[in-house]
């Protein structure tokens, strides 16, 4: 990794590029890159919670990350950005993108708790903590993991800690199985680390929050916003594509 990642706050989604469409006619991706091709986007998360460890897939491991709390309002209103942003050029790039297909499903990135996620969970003790949406990491043996400053295997990861990410915004995704068209935005992690643990712990900032509103609630400002192009809703409902 060679670019130096961005805060959510700071990344203008208007610099976004596309590169060509690559694969076959049932799986493609389009690489999305910073504003010149060859230059990748990444992001630097905060922290989030390591709620049930990293499970185990036919490749790959599988982390399930809550956004709940007051540290997570930026990022989650990033992703929220950037999938209105994919949404938003998938309508302008569709006969491109998904040459005659007349329908296709937009799968989000922020994953609600619902049976399509906890049906691959291992444990789903702790979903009431995820109110506020999940995010689904794919771990390859291309992501580098480190805790107290070196480098250890994702199976290390400590289940209830606190890791943060630097992300790759990597490429749009499409797939098509037996007439069915789904799409969605390939986060890639580039670098996990685990955070140190400390006899003294901090306050949880949402019960700060909570505690503020309650006293006086004109006293708590708007919610920070991105920079992004255009705003528009995302739903994983069908985006059906008109054909000239």
Not at 66 to 72: A, D, E, F, H, K
Not at 177 to 205: A, H, M, Q, R, W
Request: with cysteine; hydrophobic share 30%; aromatic share 8%.
């Amino acid at each position: 990794m060679q670019s130096k990642p961005y805060l959510p706050h700071q990344y203008n989604l208007d610099n976004l590029i596309y590169d060509s469409v690559e694969g076959s006619d049932d799986k493609r991706i389009i690489k999305i890159y910073d504003n010149k091709k060859g230059k990748p986007i990444y992001i630097q998360t905060p922290e989030l919670t390591n709620l049930f460890g990293a499970t185990k897939r036919s490749n790959y491991y599988e982390l399930l990350l809550p956004l709940g709390g007051v540290s997570c309002l930026i990022f989650k209103q990033f992703m929220t950005s950037l999938q209105n942003k994919i949404l938003l050029d998938a309508n302008v790039n569709k006969t491109r993108w998904f040459k005659n297909i007349k329908s296709v499903k937009f799968i989000p990135l922020i994953k609600e708790v619902n049976k399509d996620v906890t049906s691959t969970m291992e444990q789903t003790e702790e979903l009431d903590k995820c109110d506020d949406g999940m995010i689904k990491i794919k771990v390859t043996n291309g992501t580098i993991i480190k805790k107290n400053h070196e480098e250890i295997n994702v199976n290390e990861l400590t289940k209830g800690k606190k890791i943060r990410m630097i992300i790759q915004i990597y490429a749009v995704w499409i797939t098509t199985v037996n007439d069915t068209t789904t799409f969605g935005i390939y986060i890639k992690p580039e670098i996990i680390e685990e955070k140190n643990s400390y006899n003294l712990e901090f306050i949880d900032e949402k019960v700060i929050f909570d505690s503020d509103s309650d006293s006086d609630s004109d006293s708590i400002s708007s919610t920070p916003t991105c920079n992004s192009a255009n705003s528009t809703k995302s739903s994983d409902e069908e985006i059906k594509y008109e054909s000239k």
